[in-house]
């Protein structure tokens, strides 16, 4: 049963999230909505400037905004120099969250050598394998297997059937979505050629682990793979999408953001406060710095090792003309070294 949530007062509010109050501060707040659908009880935000318009017949109670924005609003307003920040602090407090209650389903199963703190809770048809811990206040949900050797730390949540292959250790607070896959087997292949045999492949042992720190947050069906040697790391509160591959050895510094179906190859490194768009495909064994951000659909093939935006690729434009450009990519390099021809011979004029 999902646990409901209580009105909440705009002056309440201010005073717990340090805002300010433009109008009638004892408005009662029940739920949250956009600026054109909001209704009676509800708060809305105004981030973005082109949504300004909106502004006026909105029939939300109270609206996040800037300070700048409320200059001839007559409605009530919270005042934030971020809005969305402010506003995704106060949505927080009318998210439906189900009660769990501590224990463990009697369909689940738990491996003698395994621990479960009192104060967990383990869902129908869960699987804890051999010498694994479950934390105080840690929730799975139905249908996750943990597998052998590995920790689920405090307050952390597995929604449903998540899997935590083997040597995974999650840190406090970390919610992993339905679907997801931590600790399979990297992809480690060795090409034997010596002997009478035929070339052929050879598996490389994937003997490390998968560490995930505090806070994080891991979207339905993303696969984090475990180290070969040593561990594939998350640091601290980082955030990854629905559908993103970590291939093994990876490292991701804290406070990182990365949106779905990005890839990542192994033994790259990720620096802190990074924002990676979605659908980037990063090479292995490269070194990103801290505080870039890669926009969708970019391919990182070499290092970054200053701070900043970068793209690849080409925006979208209409068939024919991307026919004649791509004709075009390949005499790139031919026609860059005639415009020097041209300008050198200009020089020596």
């Known amino acids: 049963m999902a646990a409901t949530r209580s009105p909440q007062v705009v002056a309440g509010l201010a005073e717990r999230f340090g805002l300010q109050v433009h109008g009638d501060a004892s408005v009662e707040i029940t739920g949250v909505g956009t600026l054109a659908r909001a209704g009676a009880g509800q708060l809305s935000f105004l981030a973005n400037p082109k949504y300004r318009g909106q502004l006026s017949e909105t029939g939300a109670a109270a609206v996040v905004m800037r300070p700048a924005d409320a200059e001839g609003f007559t409605g009530t307003a919270l005042l934030s120099p971020d809005p969305y920040v402010a506003f995704a602090k106060i949505a927080a407090l009318f998210e439906p969250r189900q009660a769990r209650e501590p224990g463990i389903h009697p369909a689940a199963y738990v491996d003698p050598s395994a621990t479960v703190d009192p104060g967990a809770s383990i869902g129908a048809f869960t699987s804890i394998g051999a010498r694994s811990r479950v934390e105080a206040g840690a929730v799975l949900g139905p249908g996750c297997v943990v597998g052998e050797d590995c920790v689920v730390g405090a307050g952390s949540e597995l929604v449903a059937r998540v899997t935590l292959v083997t040597r995974v250790r999650l840190g406090r607070r970390v919610r992993i979505h339905p679907g997801a896959v931590l600790g399979a087997d990297g992809f480690g292949l060795a090409m034997d050629r010596g002997g009478d045999a035929e070339p052929h492949w050879i598996k490389v042992p994937q003997l490390g682990g998968v560490v995930v720190g505090d806070d994080c947050e891991i979207g339905a069906n993303t696969c984090i793979d475990r180290g070969a040697i040593e561990d594939t790391e998350l640091g601290r509160d980082v955030r990854l999408d629905n559908l993103i591959q970590v291939a093994h050895n990876v490292r991701i ?97």
């Open 253 to 349: 510094g804290d406070h990182t953001a990365i949106a779905g179906c990005t890839a990542i190859a192994g033994s790259t490194r990720i620096g802190r406060y990074c924002m990676i768009g979605g659908a980037v495909g990063i090479a292995g064994h490269l070194e990103i710095c801290d505080r870039v951000v890669v926009t969708a659909m970019s391919l990182v093939s070499g290092s970054i090792r200053e701070p900043g935006e970068y793209s690849s690729g080409t925006g979208l434009m209409d068939n024919r003309s991307w026919r004649r450009n791509a004709a075009r990519f390949r005499h790139l390099d031919e026609m860059a070294r005639r415009l020097r021809a041209i300008d050198t011979r200009k020089d020596n004029e």
